[in-house]
């Protein structure tokens, strides 16, 4: 058949493909996690403007759909500020500083279902209180968060299939090259959704075998 | 760089009539999407193993891919076996299928949460299992599913954007040929972002409020 | 109507088999109208069982069950629904529906089961919570009232199906002892009143001065049954005397 030949004859082509959508959502996760971690700290524990200007960053970046935060960023605002970054570079910053704000909010969440007796036992040992930020509060919820972080994860990887229109030589594209000279763009699209769905489990497998290893005998917070 | 009449001219009424295509995707969508969830979600929690595998296997299905790939197959795909839906057709397709799964989830949820005795009562009473259903059952997992499924109605606002992709001209598309026309990416764009971010916000607000009427003491997700 | 000198209710040679195990073993009794039976006997006896496959909520494996001298045939599906509409059934842990009021609760099967119009189902479930003395807890949410309240509910809506027979499943035994008289003193009233009961309960001082007969059930079959005061009686070797007499050194003498 005509399309599983395609299929076969493009598979190089798109695994290469596979390579940059991995490293774009690994990079944004990570990203969203650097940025992400500290904003649910500030959040939390911060001041009245500290919580209102992350509070408007939170709202920004999860109102506005990825499409049009690709294109204000990438068309607009890079430009404006004169920063020459590749397509792929400006996707992966965009899409980082959306994760950012779903992460803010899982640690947020996080952070806040911990008894407050953990932040009180620390401070009254003497720890300042980004001592008792970080190795008391943070290691804990960040271990709660991993369900959740696998979420965001398989959510992050759908989103990157977006950045196809900023020219990404991502998954999307390069079906979407492959099919315009094939015709067959049945089969071909259905065995990139198959791609997705495979990156999906891989990496959420991977992440449940990392809350195994995080797992602490008898812990679990209501 | 900010002249008035470039917005009030040019960019407003265009995107006003974005805004009607987009509005035009997602009332459908929302609505159809959450009944086809309900449907698909009661098959997942209490129907026959058959039917629940293939409903499992759907959900499965469009939640574990991009909707983009799926409006790809949608517009692009379908035509190789002799199927040409429309931009806008596609994309309500898109929509409604995609949002059904994720409603699903959660209606499913809802339905697993509630206390068998709850059911046994109903029976005892001499219910039937449709009445049983109807009266007992889901208007308890609608309220639990409540949050969830309203969070995918703002979700569905959001990627309705998506529908540009396959040459449905909506509230993005007409921004993007705006800014292409007259290579003002940033202040469109912005002015987009706000469109968005005003029906995500009054979706939210209607949202809670919604579950604020809908609220029963003691039952589960206590409003503060 | 039929069966006027018949019992309500007659069960016969009733088995169930769960997980490989023998929970019910051909049981048979039968109840008359205006009788209080009571079902004792130690946990995983099977009273439980026995009570559930009588109005087919677990459907027995064989056995048959009459209501009024006709039999109960569940091949049609309304059959079954009409047969448990006359059979009223308390459970252990209350059920009651969360999302509806105390009104609602008892009124919803009146509405939507036997097609009452909305106002007379309303007025009917009000006299029936006021006959177990709630009708000022009418607008509270199940999560809002006490386990005793609870159950005086779930009875107000059983009674508001006018049952031939009620069933109670051990309808004490989830509550607070503080709670068990203000439900011991609505069940007296029934029994008092004329309801046919059939109850599964570990209240022994109770079902001394108000049953009728007793049934003492261990190991899925009865092992005793008979008038409650022979069986009872100070100087009767019975296992049920035994068993009561452990009872009444693990619980307090309740509902008087």
Not at chain 1, 103 to 115: E, K, N, T, V, Y
Not at chain 2, 109 to 126: D, F, P, T, V, Y
Not at chain 2, 194 to 217: D, F, H, M, S
Request: hydrophobic fraction near 45%.
């Amino acid at each position: 058949m005509n399309g599983l030949l395609a299929i076969w004859e493009a598979l190089p082509y798109l695994l290469h493909g596979c390579l940059y959508t991995l490293i774009m959502v690994i990079g944004a996760m990570a990203l969203g996690l650097a940025m992400g971690a500290p904003m649910a700290v500030g959040q939390v524990y911060g001041n009245r403007y500290l919580r209102a200007s992350i509070g408007l960053y939170v709202w920004f970046f999860r109102g506005v759909p990825v499409l049009v935060l690709l294109f204000l960023f990438y068309f607009g605002l890079f430009t404006l500020l004169d920063l020459n970054l590749s397509a792929f570079k400006a996707a992966t910053l965009v899409l980082g500083m959306s994760s950012a704000a779903y992460q803010s909010q899982i640690f947020r969440g996080a952070i806040q279902s911990l008894p407050r007796g953990q932040f009180r036992a620390a401070s009254a040992l003497g720890m300042s209180d980004f001592k008792a930020i970080s190795t008391i509060v943070m290691p804990q919820a960040l271990r709660l968060s991993i369900p959740a972080w696998s979420n965001e994860y398989s959510i992050v990887l759908k989103d990157s299939a977006v950045a196809f229109v900023l020219g990404v030589t991502e998954i999307m594209a390069r079906t979407h090259f492959v099919a315009s000279r094939t015709y067959e763009h049945l089969p071909l699209y259905v065995a990139a959704g198959g791609l997705y769905y495979i990156l999906t489990w891989l990496g959420v497998k991977a992440l449940l075998r990392l809350e195994r290893k995080a797992r602490i005998p008898g812990y679990h917070v209501h | 760089m900010t002249e008035p009449s470039f917005y009030l001219d040019q960019l407003i009424p265009a995107l006003n009539r974005g805004l009607v295509v987009s509005l035009l995707l997602i009332a459908p969508a929302g609505s159809c999407g959450l009944i086809l969830g309900i449907i698909v979600g009661s098959v997942r929690a209490v129907g026959g193993p058959v039917a629940r595998r293939l409903a499992d296997w759907y959900a499965g299905i469009f939640r574990g891919t991009p909707l983009v790939v799926q409006l790809f197959v949608l517009y692009f795909g379908l035509p190789n076996v002799g199927l040409y839906l429309e931009p806008y057709t596609a994309a309500v397709v898109g929509f409604i299928l995609c949002s059904g799964a994720y409603h699903s989830e959660y209606i499913r949820g809802g339905l697993l949460s509630i206390k068998r005795g709850q059911r046994l009562a109903a029976q005892a009473l001499g219910f039937s299992s449709f009445k049983t259903m109807l009266w007992i059952m889901i208007p308890q997992a609608a309220r639990r599913a409540l949050p969830g499924c309203g969070n995918e109605i703002i979700y569905l606002i959001k990627y309705s954007s998506l529908a540009y992709i396959i040459t449905c001209i909506e509230l993005t598309g007409e921004g993007k040929i705006i800014a292409t026309k007259y290579f003002r990416f940033t202040e469109v764009f912005l002015v987009v972002g706000l469109y968005y971010l005003l029906l995500v916000t009054l979706a939210t607000i209607g949202l809670g409020k919604l579950e604020k009427k809908l609220y029963i003491p003691g039952f589960g997700g206590a409003r503060r | 109507m039929s069966g006027q000198n018949g019992p309500v209710l007659r069960v016969e040679n009733i088995c169930k088999e769960l997980g490989g195990k023998q929970i019910l073993n051909r049981v048979s009794f039968s109840v008359n109208k205006g009788e209080l039976l009571v079902l004792v006997g130690p946990s995983g006896g099977g009273k439980s069982t026995l009570l559930q496959c009588i109005n087919f909520l677990i459907p027995p494996d064989s056995g048959r069950v009459w209501l009024d001298g006709s039999e109960i045939k569940i091949g049609k599906k309304q059959d079954l629904y009409s047969f448990r509409r006359q059979v009223g059934m308390i459970f252990q842990d209350f059920n009651l529906f969360d999302h509806l009021n105390a009104l609602e609760n008892v009124s919803i099967a009146l509405r939507k089961v036997k097609k009452w119009k909305r106002d007379d189902a309303r007025e009917r479930a009000m006299a029936e919570l006021a006959r177990v003395g709630l009708a000022d807890k009418a607008n509270l949410y199940p999560a809002e009232l006490s386990g005793g309240q609870k159950q005086r509910v779930s009875i107000a809506r059983a009674l508001a199906m006018d049952p031939k027979v009620m069933l109670l499943d051990e309808p004490t035994s989830a509550l607070d002892p503080e709670l068990i008289g203000e439900v011991l003193s609505v069940i007296r009233d029934l029994a008092k009143g004329g309801m046919t009961m059939v109850m599964a309960t570990h209240q022994i001082a109770f079902s001394r001065s108000l049953a009728d007969g007793v049934l003492f059930m261990e190991d899925g079959e009865i092992v005793e049954q008979g008038p409650i005061g022979e069986l009872l009686s100070a100087d009767a070797q019975t296992r049920t005397r035994a068993f009561s007499a452990k009872l009444n050194e693990l619980y307090e003498e309740n509902g008087s």
